[in-house]
């Protein structure tokens, strides 16, 4: 059963579950208020040798063991990744990357974690997915980031080594309002622990899940704070169906299940965290855990590039290589350079994770949100550069005796990357609600519409001064200097402009907020733009510090890295400058309205002369329904 909620108890309930407080430092939230700290992730963090080596022997590990025992082919043949491949992964301590030695696992670094679910990902999707939703959202993240000692040590060794886990949040009717949830964990009348009754949704690994982390919501009563709560669960708690394994348009080894939970016990020693802790449970684990896509985008863009130059090189059409003609040639540019931008921002966002010096959380969330779409655009190009090719199956090309590059594949295997761990338009309402938090801080009275006007008098002295110190500041910046950032050579123009674009991004936010006030949360394409714009300025950043890193480590390459960084930085800036544009010169409310009379069916008629195939099977009186438990 649904839960109504009304759209103030939703926010309510998502602005309970975000972490309030800033208590380290953040590039990101200072790029929003218009203040360009380089400092902060510049000069990026040294990996400890001795850390470095043991990523090394480990990918290396991992490396012959998929080409030896893990065949892609077969996995998007049979649609499963086999037992063998699974036990093997095991045996290796792959499911244990991030588990601390003294837990029994491996202790990885986030960067070479970010490097292994990259490489497993280039072999197949499906391994990616099982290996980055086990350690990245499944048991092992929430409870190292607030489970008990003795959780830890019950539990960070199984699933170090032996037992696969799963994260259970979204339901049929739960998606990214977590207010509905309406899976109950109901306390037990001797205190023991709770009974969960619920379904659940897409889990990730469901199918084949030895233990989940299971949101549930626990009824308020006496002795009971309630609210969502995060549980661990064994699979094989009595209660527990897997009702089906869902199958989608890539990922076709994904073990992803629809799972129901009848009276399912769980003992009261299986929280993680306290009652009513769960969301923030949750949103907590992805800070960090997003840094997994991001990683699998940079990798399967890599491997797109390598892909369209070999066919570019090879495939010769009037004359002459498909790749020194210009329409492809810039395709071409446009994906090298792009490759290098993603894995300039998942290497200073790993790095600074793995400093756990700083508040990484808008960080994370825009390298989710830059690389599932930026690594998509490279994907889609692959496919057009090789034409007939990009779109014929790997199968079907290996049956008649080509080469089987599974491009189309990856086109399918990428899409969900702009959908799972929050869509790109949910996660750009997200970092839009951290990139204005100084500004609810000062002045949330005076743009909350529900606030009496008597109760906002004392807020416009606080916003007023916080406003006569803060708007000037916005004025003037390194940006304008000539000789700004000259240590970066012929890349200190590009940190020039993100400076300056810093501080007209902050303006322009100020300026809407006055604009629209408590309205602004509805100016949802405005404020995406907002996002997007700090995005790229953020990827800018990370290229020109990355840059800076790899020409000191490999100095042999700065030539190479330079010419790779600065196209990046002039397409992002580019981009960045047609964002400002769109921001004022838009036709936002034209397609809103127009929008809402679609919705009320005044166009319909456009939609004549078609037919909808999901209604063949029940024009035909057919079931669609599956079960089967576990």
Aim: glycine share 8%; net charge neutral.
């Amino acid at each position: 059963m649904t839960r109504s909620v009304s759209e103030r108890e939703a926010r309510e309930v998502a602005e309970a579950a975000r972490e309030a407080e800033w208590r380290l430092p953040s590039f990101g939230r200072e790029l929003f208020l218009g203040s360009f700290r380089l400092d902060l992730i510049h000069p990026q963090p040294r990996p400890d040798p001795e850390q470095a080596a043991k990523g090394e022997r480990f990918l290396a590990r991992l490396r012959a063991f998929l080409q030896e025992h893990v065949d892609p082919a077969e996995v998007e043949r049979d649609a499963k990744l086999g037992e063998e491949a699974i036990d093997g992964l095991k045996e290796l301590g792959a499911l244990g990357m991030k588990v601390p030695e003294e837990y029994g696992g491996l202790g990885l670094s986030q960067v070479d974690y970010n490097r292994a679910l990259a490489l497993a990902n280039s072999w197949h999707a499906s391994l990616g997915a099982l290996l980055s939703a086990h350690q990245s959202i499944g048991v092992a993240e929430p409870l190292w980031l607030f489970g008990t000692e003795e959780q830890k040590r019950a539990w960070l060794p199984k699933v170090a080594r032996t037992h696969i886990s799963a994260f259970l949040l979204t339901e049929p009717d739960v998606g990214s309002d977590p207010a509905r949830l309406a899976s109950t964990a109901t306390p037990t009348p001797d205190g023991a622990g709770y009974r969960i009754d619920g379904r659940k949704l897409w889990a990730t690994n469901g199918a084949i899940a030895d233990v989940a982390v299971v949101m549930a919501r626990v009824p308020a009563s006496e002795g009971h704070p309630g609210g969502i709560t995060a549980f661990i669960v064994p699979y094989d708690s009595e209660g527990i169906a897997v009702e089906h394994r869902n199958a989608f348009m890539g990922l076709r080894g994904i073990e992803n299940s629809v799972t129901r939970f009848d009276e399912v016990f769980v003992p009261r020693e299986n929280v993680i965290g306290r009652e009513g802790q769960g969301l923030k449970i949750a949103l907590t684990t992805l800070n960090t855990g997003r840094l997994a896509l991001p990683a699998i985008c940079a990798g399967i863009a890599a491997w797109a590039t390598k892909t369209a130059r070999e066919w570019a090189a090879e495939r010769v059409q009037w004359g002459r290589p498909i790749g020194r003609h210009d329409a492809v040639a810039q395709k071409l540019a446009a994906m090298a350079a792009g490759t290098f931008g993603l894995q300039a921002m998942v290497d200073v966002c790993s790095r600074l994770a793995d400093d756990a010096q700083h508040d990484i959380r808008i960080e994370a969330a825009i390298a989710k949100l830059y690389a599932s779409e930026l690594a998509w655009r490279i994907v889609d190009d692959l496919v057009q550069i090789r034409g007939g090719r990009g779109y014929e199956t790997a199968a079907s090309l290996a049956a008649r005796g080509e080469r089987p590059v599974p491009a189309e594949q990856a086109l399918r295997d990428m899409r969900i990357n702009r959908i799972f761990e929050g869509s790109s338009e949910i996660m750009r309402l997200l970092i839009a609600r951290e990139a204005v938090d100084q500004h609810l801080r000062v002045a949330g009275d005076l743009l909350d519409g529900d606030v009496a006007l008597r109760d906002k008098a004392g807020a416009v002295l606080g916003a007023g001064a916080f406003y006569s110190r803060w708007l000037p500041r916005l004025l003037v910046g390194e940006g304008q200097k000539p000789r700004a950032y000259a240590e970066f050579g012929a890349l200190a123009e590009h940190l020039r402009f993100a400076e300056r674009a810093s501080r007209r991004l902050a303006r322009c936010t100020a300026y809407g907020i006055g604009r629209w006030q408590a309205r602004l949360e509805h100016r949802q394409t405005w404020l995406g733009r907002i996002v997007d714009i700090g995005a790229e300025l953020f990827a800018i950043a990370a290229a020109v510090v990355h840059a800076d890193a790899l020409r000191s480590e490999h100095p042999e390459r700065a030539d190479e890295v330079t010419e790779l960084a600065d196209l990046f930085c002039r397409q992002a800036r580019r981009r960045a400058a047609a964002l400002f544009a769109q921001l004022w010169s838009n036709d936002d409310d034209r397609g809103y309205r127009l929008a809402l009379e679609t919705l009320d069916g005044r166009f319909a008629w456009l939609e004549a002369g078609v037919m909808d195939p999901s209604q063949a099977a029940t024009a035909r009186g057919a079931t669609t329904s599956s079960s089967s438990t576990r």
